[in-house]
Antibody, heavy 122, light 107 residues
């Protein structure tokens, strides 16, 4: 059974960098079959895809200038770094596995981590 | 970006009721449409992928359908554990985008 677990500071000061890790168990992040994804949900709002990593990285254009997603294969983890944060970056951050059916191109996110709340405040 | 809309934004229904939620894409997305269920304080859970394929372990009372750019999620015979918020997601084009959600609560 694949499980993902986010970790990192729950409070970040404005203008600093938000750094989160996602530890994966039950699957190898080296697997070419999957991508590894970050999604966030601002308080009381919907879901926003941040970006993912597999062979390379893809980012949401709205965040691309501030985001880096990377892999740490030694720890079977992937990470999110979001720089120059503001209060608008306060959200629950989820990591998830991206699954793609290569015969059709269909893709989806499953499973998801439980999420971690990051508050941006001085 | 492809815009996803959902209707209704919320609904109240009784146990055993049949519920249908609609998601509309701003352009054609073929079958690149997924449905997730989210309960308060929990992560979203995949229900349906590729518009109509039921994720393993999801009860068969959940089903998805597609008609052009309109997609529906139907729950037949609503159960207590189905009261939640439901999101659609398109993965046809980057960035992947989600609908605003439909909250199903108890009537």
């Amino acid at each position: 059974q694949v499980q993902l677990q986010e970790s990192g500071p729950g409070l970040v000061k404005p203008s600093q960098t938000l750094s989160l890790s996602c530890t994966v168990s039950g699957a190898s992040i080296n697997s070419v079959a999957y991508s590894w994804t970050w999604i966030r949900q601002r308080p009381g709002e919907g879901l926003e895809w941040i970006g993912n990593i597999r062979y390379g990285t893809d980012y949401n254009p709205s965040l691309k200038s501030r985001v880096i997603i990377s892999l740490d294969t030694s720890k079977n983890q992937f990470s999110l770094n979001l720089r120059s944060v503001t209060a608008a970056d306060t959200a629950v951050y989820y990591c998830a596995r991206g699954v793609t059916d290569y015969t059709t191109g269909w893709s989806w996110f499953d499973p998801w981590g439980q999420g971690t709340l990051v508050t941006v405040s001085s | 970006d492809i815009q996803m809309t959902q209707s209704p934004s919320s609904l109240s229904a009784s146990l055993g009721a049949r519920v249908t939620i609609t998601c509309r894409a701003s352009q054609t997305i073929s079958k690149f449409l997924n449905w997730y269920q989210q309960k308060p304080g929990r992560a979203p859970k995949l229900l349906i992928y590729a518009a109509s394929s039921l994720q393993s372990g999801v009860p068969s009372r959940f089903s998805g359908n597609e008609s052009g750019t309109d997609f529906t999620l139907t729950i037949t015979s609503l159960q207590p554990e189905d009261f939640a918020t439901y999101y659609c997601q398109q993965t046809y084009a980057a960035p992947s985008t989600f609908g605003p959600g439909t909250t199903v609560d108890i009537k």
